[in-house]
């Protein structure tokens, strides 16, 4: 398979802002942030004569990365755009927080991804709250700090869902 982005980035936009909807300022934008990194980070000389978990050689840098508000249009068909370019996606980073966990379009792109067949490049960055607190069994952190979005916890069915 041709791809054409070495990563697909899924995060909710209220993690890419400096001031969030709840009023939260000084935050940390960490769409662009990771982008800017992967696109921008040299690969060790000695590591570029192994080959990618894709089997293609590695590259100098990991670019580009798909960031939506970046690479769409803003009159573009989202869902036909998004879908495309999970297909071109080698890998998927989930910038993972308790935003992200309740976002259906993370939620969505993680399980589209696993429907590719590709659950083992799926990487996960969290950047807030704790994985797996939405079982309710870890003492003193509430369920509503759940950072791994559905799509994450828990394994397709025969019927894609």
């Known amino acids: 398979m041709d791809y054409k982005y070495w990563a697909?980035?899924?995060?909710?936009?209220?993690?890419?802002?400096?001031?969030?909807a709840d009023g939260t300022k000084g935050c940390i934008r960490w769409a662009e942030w990771l982008h800017e990194s992967l696109e921008t980070w040299k690969v060790p000389a000695e590591f570029r004569s192994r080959q990618t978990r894709t089997g293609e050689p590695m590259p100098e840098r990991f670019n580009p990365a798909f960031q939506d508000e970046k690479e769409l249009p803003l009159n573009s068909d989202l869902?036909?755009?998004i879908r495309t370019a999970l297909e071109q996606s080698r890998f998927?980073?989930?910038i993972c927080?308790?935003?992200?966990?309740?976002?259906?379009?993370?939620n969505e792109e993680v399980r589209y991804f696993k429907q590719l067949g590709r659950l083992d490049r799926i990487l996960a960055l969290i950047v807030d709250g704790e994985p797996n607190a939405s079982e309710g069994n870890k003492f003193g952190v509430p369920v509503e700090?759940?950072?791994?979005?559905?799509?994450?916890r828990h394994p397709?069915?025969?019927d894609g869902n």
Do not use: G, K, M, T
């Open 92 to 94: 998927l980073i989930v």
């Open 97 to 106: 927080s308790p935003r992200s966990a309740r976002s259906f379009y993370v």
């Open 8 to 20: 697909f980035l899924s995060y909710s936009h209220q993690d890419n802002l400096r001031e969030r």
């Open 145 to 152: 700090q759940e950072c791994f979005c559905p799509a994450l």
């Open 79 to 81: 869902a036909s755009s």
């Open 156 to 158: 397709l069915d025969q």
